[in-house]
């Protein structure tokens, strides 16, 4: 993942809100040394010439703004399906796209972000502002019983480790006792894990498995964070969309704190929290 000949994926769909995934590739890209690359997908070839002269625009209108011009790529296809296709296929480092929150009725909204990240073997930058700013002080790192929470432990290492953050580890308080041993057993092997490196960190009870997404929001405000780390449900279910699961509430927080969300691997890959750390 630290590859420096890997690039930045930018969703541009040329909505305004799409610079503001393009500001946040370039505070990465001056960590990381990344390219960035703006990718359109359009629903046949008779598109492509067009769109090509407007990303070409773009491209040169945002090398005047931020001192790093960017490269084009133009596919025909389904966003659900293309991106997640393509930003697997080996080059990119992750994929960065702007969302317009839960209500908006743009290409981009809440519950159709959640529809386009998954799938892919990349993790997503899901950003609704500008960058706050080019530091990243705090990252929020939500746990709960699910055994796939552990896939999104080496992102968390590697963003420290470029940004020397502190780790926020938030859990609901939960009665249930089986809920409440595979959360402490998720919690046991994150901290055996973050104990092994020079990470800070530190692990709160926020509000309780019912409220958790919306507590870990509050929390991450308190806490000045400036990102939010999910995984995104295994599975998903039409009442998912209908009503919305936690990672897309999360992902299109009233706060517009950024989000990055990592897909757990097929179920026959995965590995899962536990005390002994296997």
Request: a positive charge; proline letters at 4%; charged letters at 20%.
């Amino acid at each position: 993942m630290e590859a420096k000949d890997k690039t930045l994926l930018v969703l541009w769909d040329f909505s305004p809100k799409c610079e503001f995934a393009y500001a946040h590739a370039v505070n990465v890209s001056k960590i990381t040394g990344n390219s960035i690359t703006l990718l359109h997908i359009i629903k046949n070839e008779k598109e492509a010439s067009s769109v090509q002269e407007q990303l070409e625009a773009v491209a040169s209108k945002l090398e005047k703004t931020y001192f790093i011009k960017p490269l084009i790529k133009i596919l025909v296809g389904s966003i659900f399906k293309t991106i997640s296709s393509y930003a697997s296929e080996g080059n990119t480092e992750m994929v960065i796209m702007a969302t317009h929150g839960i209500k908006g009725i743009q290409k981009f909204t809440g519950s159709w972000a959640l529809k386009v990240i998954r799938g892919s073997k990349v993790p997503f930058l899901v950003v609704q502002d500008m960058p706050a700013s080019q530091k990243l002080d705090n990252i929020i790192f939500p746990i709960d019983f699910k055994k796939e929470n552990k896939e999104k432990i080496k992102w968390a290492h590697y963003l420290c480790n470029l940004y020397k953050a502190r780790i926020h580890i938030v859990h609901p308080l939960v009665t249930d006792r089986i809920f409440r041993g595979r959360i402490y057993s998720n919690l046991v092997f994150a901290k055996k894990y973050f104990d092994n490196t020079d990470i800070r960190f530190e692990i709160k009870t926020v509000g309780n498995k019912v409220n958790f997404a919306k507590d870990t929001i509050e929390y991450a405000q308190q806490a000045q964070g400036n990102l939010i780390l999910i995984m995104t449900s295994r599975t998903l279910t039409f009442m998912d969309y209908m009503l919305g699961p936690s990672e897309q509430l999360i992902i299109a927080n009233s706060a517009k704190i950024p989000v990055m969300v990592v897909n757990p691997k097929p179920k026959s890959l995965s590995g899962g929290f536990s005390a002994t750390g296997n």
